[in-house]
């Protein structure tokens, strides 16, 4: 098709701008509500991909994103820096949460305003990066939203915050100490005890001590050679937390979350609440230390035994599957859901529909509006009490979401 013009109406999930003409629904990235573009399109069916060629008329929206890997190399790792922050990103993710619950899910909700970060620069605390050979030396970066095969050198991430960056930047340094691969992954996180990092690729690591001494902010090193488990190399902290497992990177805002979900639980009156995706405990110990009996359920082996160290008995952690696990630690009075963004697996809703007879709650914290939606479909016998989304990811699609169900016969809470 010969170059379109396009008006942009909306932002879909995953941060493309949506616009219409001749009967298609065209989806182009890096466009923002308002936007008249020009666009190179190539239709399927209804739908059709735009790239952008031109602006004609920019929305009141738009803004110069800071950031030069952002338009220079098309960077995938956000899409949402060309839009306003309180004007342009958050209306766009509230009406992501709500097209979502409508379309999939098949609820109609009132979404309300999104708790805005504390920061919307230097919020993350962890950098995951891909490593590529590039000659006799290694590069490390991200892909560009269009070529996700392709990986640019990162200079910096204003997303990041600096120390993070400042220990890629050494650990780079130190390249010529890696492993021998073609490829590998790699990712730093700031902790109280300094920033750790977790290698994976490779099969053999001879030179890992030498790496360690020509990277001396790393405070702790994770290997997870091909085709075997993780390994904890050193690790120089007193507290030795899990940083290799999965938390929140917006450390402020996971703290906010995290008081919400709580309150939440507690508004139920529960004695027991299942704690499943717990992660390394925390809402599970803050539960605990208000008198409330927790079982967590938590995969990542590491993060469960740290959890199981901090929860008095009763309360109690299993490293497990949570589909697999939760039918032999209920019945319960909440349940709360923090799944990866791939949402739950059918066993976990099919259990909760069996037990909706029991349950007074359950408080799903979602990073993907989409699988919540799927998810909340196959629970009819609950309904939303209430709904609040946290922007944990400024600059990007993402957003979290929690939602508290109660079963159709149980009043609401006060």
């Not at 962890?126 to 970066?141: E, F, N």
């Not at 990542?300 to 589909?323: G, Y």
């Amino acid at each position: 098709m010969p170059p379109t013009t396009v008006t942009i109406d909306s932002i879909a999930a995953g941060g493309d701008g949506v616009g219409r003409t001749g009967g298609l629904v065209v989806f182009t990235p890096r466009t923002a509500p308002g936007d008249v573009v020009v666009a190179d399109i190539s239709a399927k069916g209804r739908f059709a991909r735009g790239k952008l060629r031109e602006v004609v008329t920019p929305s009141t929206l738009r803004i110069d994103p800071p950031c030069p890997h952002y338009t220079r190399d098309k960077c995938g790792g956000c899409q949402l820096q060309h839009l306003s922050y309180g004007e342009g990103q958050l209306p766009a993710k509230r009406n992501i949460i709500r097209d979502s619950l409508q379309r999939i899910g098949k609820r109609t909700v009132d979404v309300p305003p999104i708790v805005r970060s504390p920061k919307e620069w230097r919020y993350r605390n962890k950098l995951t990066l891909a490593m590529r050979r590039r000659g006799g030396r290694w590069i490390a970066g991200l892909h560009p939203y269009d070529d996700p095969a392709r990986v640019f050198a990162l200079s910096d991430c204003p997303i990041t915050d600096s120390l993070v960056v400042a220990a890629w930047r050494e650990i780079m340094n130190a390249d010529s100490m890696l492993p021998d691969a073609i490829e590998l992954r790699g990712s730093v996180r700031r902790t109280s005890g300094g920033p750790t990092f977790v290698l994976s690729g490779g099969r053999r690591w001879s030179e890992w001590e030498r790496f360690a001494a020509a990277a001396p902010s790393i405070s702790a090193l994770w290997w997870e050679p091909v085709e075997q488990e993780r390994r904890l190399l050193f690790d120089k902290r007193s507290d030795r937390a899990p940083s290799a497992s999965f938390a929140q990177v917006n450390a402020e805002m996971a703290d906010i979350l995290r008081e919400y979900v709580v309150t939440r639980v507690l508004d139920q009156e529960p004695r027991t609440v299942v704690d499943a995706y717990a992660g390394a405990g925390h809402a599970s110990i803050a539960l605990a230390e208000k008198g409330v009996t927790v079982t967590a359920i938590e995969l990542d082996r590491d993060a469960s035994q740290w959890a199981a160290e901090r929860l008095a008995a009763p309360s109690r952690s299993i490293s497990a599957r949570v589909e697999d696990a939760l039918p032999g630690v209920l019945p319960a009075d909440v349940v709360i859901l923090n799944p990866p963004r791939a949402g739950v697996d059918e066993r976990v809703t099919t259990t909760l529909e069996l037990e909706v007879g029991h349950l007074s709650a359950v408080v799903y914290v979602s990073c993907n509006p989409a699988t919540l939606a799927r998810d909340l479909g196959r629970m009819p016998s609950y309904e939303i009490e209430s709904l609040q989304a946290f922007d944990m990811f400024p600059q990007t699609a993402h957003v979290e979401t929690v939602c508290v169900l109660r079963p159709h016969s149980q009043p609401a809470s006060p």
